[in-house]
């Protein structure tokens, strides 16, 4: 999500929600992707049709049937044993029904399983809605399953919430609320990572903003992290990480965490925001990282990383139609033998500030110094939603939407299409790309602060390439505007 407002505004604007369902098997849709890849549906049915509980205002609009913003785990033991996580039924102001998994152990057959981030779910956490679903799984194979928990008509509550899954995504168990606040505090932008190398170790970060008073110059945007070093059975208190009190109206948002697996070095990446007086604009912003050695206990001063040059995302042919993406939300990760950062995200450096294309900034000092931006979608095309992951042979994979198939004065329809691009040890000369998905029109998503795909897709190292989850939308199917979909990718 993308918090350009004080936390009231963020709430009403730019939540994202989703729904949870029981441990119904699901046969899984092969269809073809243009590279003949299997490209299967995770996503279906819909576990929350029956619910009646979340409606915000008169004006509230639930797009049944819509599965939204994925992310997806590989056990790190077995790459065939995978789980995806999603929004389920999308609000248009505000977060999801609730939130849902998808598991399968031989990476074809996936099996729905209800996430209890929600009062949608059978024995879910007592909140309206739910959004911002992450995935993790540790070297044990315990998989980590994190997201937030809204209400909007009995209180003004978020909470961080976090619940684990001893048997790959079947069943869910250690729910847990590691942190809650009322209005005027609002915590956004949760994400949650296993750690490689510490069995029964997972850590959770977010922004929590701080608008004590209410009002004008007083916003505040700390990074918060809370841990467990017992498999999800217990989280630490929740404490600020990254401070943001020295310069006035700055906030964080888009924490991720990456390890590198040779030191067990923790990086947290983030954007860093700063506001007018009013917060009515952004007088600047930059993505940084902190460092920590010591298993997350303590975090080093930020360093910049890289400008965040993003602008508003709209169709290109009719700019009053806006588009809900990745801009201000950093991928980054590591290079597993050589310790190479790297970090993908929205940037419109080379569209001289007139759109967004995918970019990428590496460090090969462990974060002290960066790169320049690197353009990595196809110049003069628009592109969003950046994911990045690092096989074991050091190639960089990223994959993102692109507008490519986007015809001159065409206003009725956002042809769209999900493309993967490879760079052997991260070398952008010998970068190939290759389409993965249909193209599909973006302008069916339901509507959130933007045609809304999610805030993130996801993508991570599989043994000998990489996998890949996303969301594509449906053409007249006002109950089933999108589904979510994954495929393994060989690289060669």
Known sequence: MRALLPPTAVATAALLLVTVTGTTPAAADRNPAPDGSPLIRVSHGDPYADCTIGARSPDSVVYPGTEVEPYLSVDPRDPK??????????????????????????????????????????????????????????????????????????????????????????????????????????????????????????????????????????????????????????????????????????????????????????????????????????????????????????????????????????????????????????????????????????????????FDSVQLVRSTDGGRTWGTPELISPRGVPAFSPSIAVDERGTVALTYYDLRFLEPGDTTTLPTAYQLATLPHGDVRRRSERRISRVFDWLQAPFAGGYFLGDYQGLVADGKGVRAVLTETHSDAPQNRTDVYTTSLHIP
Request: charged fraction near 20%; include cysteine; hydrophobic fraction near 30%.
């Open 81 to 354: 044993r995978v789980v995806t996580v999603f929004q389920q039924d999308r609000w248009n102001d505000g977060a999801a029904r609730g939130l849902v998994a998808s598991w399968t152990t031989d990476g074809r057959t996936f099996h729905r399983s209800t996430l209890p981030f929600s009062l949608c779910a059978p024995g879910g956490a007592d909140f309206e809605r739910a959004s911002d679903p992450w995935v993790s799984t540790g070297p044990d194979g315990t998989v980590y399953a994190g997201g937030e928990g809204v209400d909007f008509t009995r209180s003004t509550r978020s909470a961080l919430l976090a619940a684990t899954s001893r048997d790959g995504g079947r069943t869910w168990q250690n729910l847990t609320t590691t942190h809650v606040d009322e209005e005027p505090f609002f915590n956004d932008k949760p994400s949650l990572t296993a750690d490689p190398n510490r069995k029964g170790t997972a850590y959770q970060v977010w922004d929590r903003l701080d608008n004590d008073p209410p009002g004008p110059g007083a916003l505040d945007g700390p990074g918060y992290i809370s841990l467990t070093r017992d498999g999800g059975r217990t989280w630490s208190r929740a404490r600020p990480f990254v401070d943001t009190s020295a310069v006035p109206n700055t906030q964080t948002i888009g924490h991720v965490i990456v390890v590198d697996r040779r030191t067990g070095t923790l990086y947290d990446f983030f954007d860093r925001i700063t506001y007018s007086d009013d917060l009515s604009t952004v007088t600047e912003a930059h993505y940084a990282m902190v460092t920590s050695t010591d298993a997350g206990e303590t975090w080093s001063a930020p360093i910049t990383v890289a400008r965040d040059t993003s602008v508003p995302e709209v169709d290109p042919n009719d700019p009053t139609k806006t588009l809900r993406a990745g801009a201000t939300l950093p991928s980054p990760a590591v290079d597993p033998k050589t310790g190479t950062l790297y970090m993908a995200y929205e940037g419109s450096d080379f569209s001289g500030g007139s």
